[in-house]
């Protein structure tokens, strides 16, 4: 057995404190990974205040990944020793499904195995994700990370990367089109980046005029204050797409109306009230609403392979495991540009 220490939500109540656990020795195709850096996601929090419901506790968030192998199961063929390596969102999935065989694990039918507050295949083994020192995971559903890039700033793209990149390309956003950015954060500002470098005219949609030196400074074109009637009344019918990640409560029609005809919203943020989508305002420029949810094994590949060519990583404000509960409380203020990611170095001291 493999001994780990983490930090786990033991309810949903209290603070996170240290938590101790063992990880089964590996299987023939499994790799363990020293965790050298690990993201904060939003979903952390709500999955460790039981917010979105089903939580088992003890529960170790964290699925923005990146650490070194330290160790490879006897059958290993696509990783070594030393190499540096990345795990998502998730760890394994039914392997059969069209979408599993279509490379689109995300998306199984059976439902993919998360990388924390799930169970092991078959099992009622729980997955403890990235707040650790250490996790084994098939080869299968590991990635290959790039040594030119700022590890710390390589682990939120497991997440927050993979989850703009993927409905940007798989609308074939490029050089020509009008691209909206809607709410800037961890979402946001990686929508923006891969927007800009793709090649399309970039609008920072934003409520805050003080975030428009921040939206350039990522890649942005222009930006427009929402709470200005006059700019909202200027950009209608102005965009091929928008990209909505605010998970606050809001109207879709104030922006849809800033679609031209046939442009599609692509939705990310998950408002704890569901927005309400006006049939008129789609039907009279058919226009769309798309929802996306990460990206599967190939195309988180496929992405951290284009970050690591064109040098994108994630803003991130690097702090200690023992940070993590101050971190929570300024995530829910949204005072952090852009993501938190944990040196996990810190849980040796």
């Known amino acids: 057995m493999i001994e780990v220490k983490a930090f ?13 656990f063992e990880r089964k020795d590996l299987a023939p195709h499994q790799i363990q990974i020293e965790i050298l850096f690990s993201g904060v996601c939003h979903s952390d929090i709500h999955t460790a205040r039981s917010e979105w419901g089903g939580a088992n506790y003890p529960v170790v968030p964290g ?3 990146v650490g070194r192998i330290v160790n490879v199961g006897s059958e290993v063929t696509a990783f070594k020793v030393g190499e540096l390596a990345g795990v998502g969102c998730f760890v394994d999935s039914c392997r059969h499904c069209a979408s599993c065989k279509e490379g689109e694990e995300q998306y199984c039918e059976e439902g993919m195995t998360g990388t924390y507050n799930s169970f092991e295949r ?5 997955t403890y994700g990235g ?3 250490s996790i084994s995971v098939d080869e299968k559903y590991a990635l290959h990370i790039s040594d030119n890039l ?3 700033g390589v682990a939120p793209l497991l997440c927050a990367g993979i989850t703009t990149y993927s409905p940007l390309r798989h609308l074939n956003v490029g050089k020509g089109h009008k691209v909206a950015v809607l709410g800037l954060g961890g979402l946001g500002h990686m929508a923006v980046k891969f927007a800009a470098s ?3 005219e970039v609008t920072m949609l934003s409520t805050s005029p003080s975030k428009e030196a921040d939206a350039k400074k990522l890649g942005a074109h222009n930006f427009a204050l929402t709470t200005d009637p006059e700019v909202m009344a200027s950009l209608a019918n102005s965009f091929d797409f928008i990209v909505n990640t605010i998970s606050a409560k809001h109207e879709y029609d104030t922006y849809l109306n800033l679609l031209n005809k046939n442009g599609t919203m692509i939705v990310l943020g998950v408002p704890e009230i569901p927005s309400v989508a006006p049939a008129m ?11 996306s949810l990460i990206g599967g094994i190939k195309e988180t590949q496929e992405m951290l392979d284009y970050c690591a060519e064109h040098n994108i990583t994630s803003d991130v404000e690097v702090i200690n495991m023992q940070y993590i509960n101050e971190a929570y409380d ?3 203020k949204s005072d952090v540009k852009y993501r938190f990611v944990i040196d996990m170095a810190s849980m040796k001291n």
Do not use: N, Q, V
């Open 8 to 20: 786990a939500a033991y309810d949903a109540e209290t603070p996170l404190r240290p938590f101790e």
């Open 63 to 65: 699925h923005e990944i």
């Open 122 to 126: 078959g099992t009622d083994i729980p």
């Open 131 to 133: 707040y650790s020192t």
């Open 150 to 152: 700022d590890l710390a």
């Open 198 to 200: 793709f090649g399309a």
């Open 281 to 291: 305002s789609l039907i009279w420029k058919r226009r769309s609403i798309m929802g």
């Open 330 to 332: 300024r995530m829910e």
